[in-house]
């Protein structure tokens, strides 16, 4: 593994891309080899089986180690439990992460986040988008409901601290979203742009603090929300508020990892903002990784345009280096992928019983 040496590796390795096909193909072959991305996305037209999906997963990794800088890649997926769950049988089914708050069981969290990133580091992925860290406060809320764990700011940081040591047991990076809280809206960021009208001391009491504690216990990368703060920056949404993402999230609650953009292909994005200024607006705001899940023809456009930005002086070289910095932290001790395919099997045998015992605790 090297250092990347010329701006477009440096800027390729901020970039988290997703891709179509469930083989390894030429245009997914171009993104790692010519736009040095730094990490792909799955989605479900990615996927056909576990033996499939490891043997994709190690041809991209195989691609990547054979580039100029031979970095690894952040191989990710969206695999909550519940509705959330790109990847289906024989992966275990799980109920959604509210089943922990009504558990009110550190350990029974702790073993639901080992066995989810288990089976995920089988196949050789490293990064889940789990857990979410939003506090459902809104009932009203179209989003997130039962994928928040609880309503209660302390339960949730609480549960989340212990999903999140079963992942790191087994070896699978977790990322905490959607900073800094998706729980009070009203609109799914998806289709428009939410706003969130608390005051700045309710936000702190209870959207921050599961950011707060599970950052004090070394949480590695944070998702934003494509959110607006009104009480924090009444112009601008959570990814793209310098006043968030570097006072809030870096200066006051400590956070040192990686700070990483929800899809910027969703309609709170796309209505409002030129595509084109997205690399310019998401770094001088603090992101250090930013997201495209469906449009490759955009995610080498982004990459041209943040390489170009550097170039004219409008983005700092020096941001971009803090971010690879980042970055390149956390790949130092990313796991090889498995040389082995999956047992599917065994997840059944070790994990079917779990999935069965966290369902109980799903209100009737």
Excluded at 28 to 45: C, P, Y
Aim: hydrophobic share 40%; glycine share 6%.
């Amino acid at each position: 593994m090297n250092t990347p040496t010329v701006l477009p590796e440096w800027t390729g390795q901020m970039l988290m891309i997703g891709f179509e096909g469930t083989t390894l193909n030429r245009e997914t072959e171009d993104l790692i080899r010519n736009h040095h991305v730094g990490g792909l996305i799955l989605f479900s037209r990615n996927y056909e089986n576990p033996v499939q999906l490891h043997t994709l997963i190690r041809n991209l990794q195989e691609v990547a180690a054979s580039t100029s800088t031979g970095l690894p890649l952040f191989i990710s997926v969206d695999q909550e439990g519940g509705r959330v769950a790109r990847l289906t049988e024989p992966f275990t089914k799980y109920p959604p992460l509210c089943c922990l708050g009504h558990a009110q069981s550190e350990s029974l969290a702790s073993r639901f986040g080992r066995a989810l990133a288990t089976e995920l580091k089988d196949v050789g992925i490293n990064m889940d988008y789990a857990p979410v860290l939003d506090v459902h406060t809104n009932p009203e809320n179209p989003i997130i409901g039962d994928r928040a764990i609880a309503s209660d700011p302390q339960t949730v940081a609480r549960l989340a601290n212990a999903f999140i040591q079963g992942f790191r047991d087994a070896g699978v990076i977790p990322v905490g979203k959607h900073f800094p809280g998706h729980g009070d809206t009203q609109i799914d960021s998806h289709l428009d742009l939410p706003t969130v009208q608390r005051d700045a001391a309710t936000l702190e009491a209870v959207e921050l603090l599961p950011f707060k504690k599970t950052i004090a216990r070394g949480l590695e990368v944070i998702m934003t929300a494509h959110v607006i703060y009104t009480a924090w920056d009444e112009t601008n949404p959570a990814t793209f508020s310098k006043t968030i993402l570097q006072n809030i999230l870096r200066q006051q609650l400590g956070f040192e990892g990686i700070i990483m953009s929800d899809d910027l292909e969703m309609k709170a994005v796309d209505n409002y903002y030129d595509f084109e200024a997205l690399p310019r607006l998401g770094i001088n705001a603090g992101l250090d990784m930013f997201m495209i899940c469906n449009n490759t023809e955009k995610a080498r456009a982004l990459h041209d345009h943040l390489t170009q930005e550097v170039d004219k002086g409008t983005v700092a070289l020096a941001r971009v280096q803090q971010s690879v910095e980042r970055i390149l932290r956390l790949k130092q001790n990313l796991p090889s992928s498995p040389p082995n395919p999956p047992n599917p099997d065994r997840w059944q045998a070790s994990h079917g019983s779990l999935a069965q015992e966290l369902q109980t605790y799903l209100p009737t």
